[in-house]
């Protein structure tokens, strides 16, 4: 089983505040999914990562596939309390299937 | 809209019923998957299937089986419920190809009693 580690499990942060997200692994992954779930719904894909060194914008969230292809990083500016959710990495193997982080739940406090 | 749908939000069954679990996609999507989510461990893979009556197991099989007699339709199963399988079970369905995201259900919330 691949390994994901996502930091911090928990973050509690006031609106405005920036915040990063990380998701760790030793293994190489050939892509790499982002994901936002929200309380009693199912995970919704924010980004899919490729490249090693790639950065994707999706308005105040950046998203970047580390070098290696090992780790990635989700950046988010003025946090909105519509940000609020929990964040699941996903690292694509074979070519169909993926091993998904363990998460990290976030609340953006008004 | 395309959509991923699980027959049942919430689902309290007894120790020792057999559980059905549905999903239907509408997308054509070839690939179909189970997963269980718990506090702290994340997604686990229970089953997936790449084609019409094709299965493979995931990390989890234990206690599970899966029945796919038609391209859009996976169905979980319990053949003798446990309170350890008390979990919230989503269904997500994927196209061939690299790169491309799945699209889940809703969830099915199952508490075993």
């Known amino acids: 089983t691949q390994l994901l580690e996502q930091s911090p499990q928990f973050l509690s942060i006031q609106e405005g505040e920036n915040l990063t997200v990380y998701c760790n692994s030793s293994?190489?992954?050939?892509?790499l999914q982002w994901y936002r779930q929200e309380p009693g719904e199912g995970p919704v894909l924010l980004v899919t990562?490729?490249?090693?060194?790639e950065v994707k914008k999706l308005k105040r969230l950046t998203f970047q596939f580390g070098d290696a292809r090992k780790d990635s990083s989700l950046h988010i500016t003025a946090a909105q309390p519509g940000d609020t959710g929990l964040y699941l990495c996903?690292?694509?193997?074979?070519?169909?299937?993926?091993?998904f982080g363990t998460g990290t739940s976030l609340t953006v406090i008004p | 809209d395309v959509k991923v749908t699980q027959s049942s939000r919430y689902l309290v069954k007894r120790t020792g019923e057999k559980v059905f679990l549905e999903c239907v996609q509408d997308m054509d999507h070839e690939n179909m998957f189970w997963y269980r989510q718990d506090p702290g461990l994340g997604l686990r893979l229970i089953y997936f299937?790449?084609?019409?009556?094709m299965k493979e197991k995931g990390d989890i099989p234990e206690g599970y089986s899966v029945s796919r007699e038609k391209k859009e339709r996976f169905s979980l199963i319990l053949e003798s419920a446990s309170t350890n399988q008390t979990s919230m079970y989503l269904c997500a369905s994927r196209k061939w190809g690299r790169g491309g995201g799945y699209t889940f259900g809703s969830g099915t919330r199952l508490t075993v009693v």
């Open positions: 299937s790449y084609d019409v009556k």
């Open positions: 990562v490729v490249t090693g060194g």
């Open positions: 996903a690292g694509e193997v074979n070519g169909n299937q993926f091993y």
């Open positions: 293994s190489v992954f050939s892509s």
